[in-house]
């Protein structure tokens, strides 16, 4: 994965998370940090694109986890569903779907994210995973059918 490619990509991955510009830099500076670090310790060994956006959902996931201990996701979310008109019910289901992903194998949250939210063609997520399109598929598999588990369970 390109330097100039990879962070594009990783910015693209976090916006769909977080829909927070600031935050999203200080992200994917944070993997390059951390990429950095374990190239450092471990020279040899070549880091994949998987381990780059899985360091990525973390700390999204991360950041989602201190704004809720914070109570600020609850105050975004009711200024959001009293100005400009928008309605709750979008920011909800964005929170919900987040939550069903991060519920996910991290395997199943990448293989998802590359695919339908990056618009990655099998082949390519095949390449970055150092995988087979065939395991590619089968991990999609799996991943939809878990989320579609997770999200009627959490109906309930």
């Known amino acids: 994965m390109g330097c100039q490619y990879g962070a594009q990509l990783l910015y693209q991955f976090a916006w769909s998370l977080t829909h927070d510009r600031t935050v999203v830099e200080d992200i994917v500076q944070e993997v390059f940090v951390r990429a950095w670090h374990t190239q ?4 040899n060994q070549e880091l994949m694109a998987g381990w780059f956006f899985q ?7 991360d950041h989602f986890r201190r704004i809720t201990r914070d109570h600020k996701l609850a105050e975004r979310l009711q200024r959001q569903s009293l100005g400009g008109g ?8 964005a929170v919900r779907i987040q939550r069903t992903l991060g519920r996910l194998t991290r395997t ?8 339908y939210f990056g618009d990655w063609p099998l082949q390519n997520i095949a390449q970055a995973l150092d995988i087979t399109a065939g395991a590619v598929k089968s991990r999609l598999f799996r991943a939809r059918k878990h989320f ?3 999200w009627e369970e959490d109906k309930s």
């Open 86 to 93: 928008r309605r709750l019910g979008p920011v909800v289901d």
């Open 55 to 61: 360091v990525a959902h973390n700390l999204c996931r």
């Open 108 to 115: 199943g949250q990448v293989s998802l994210w590359l695919f």
């Open 40 to 43: 450092q310790r471990t020279p």
């Open 148 to 150: 579609e588990q997770v």
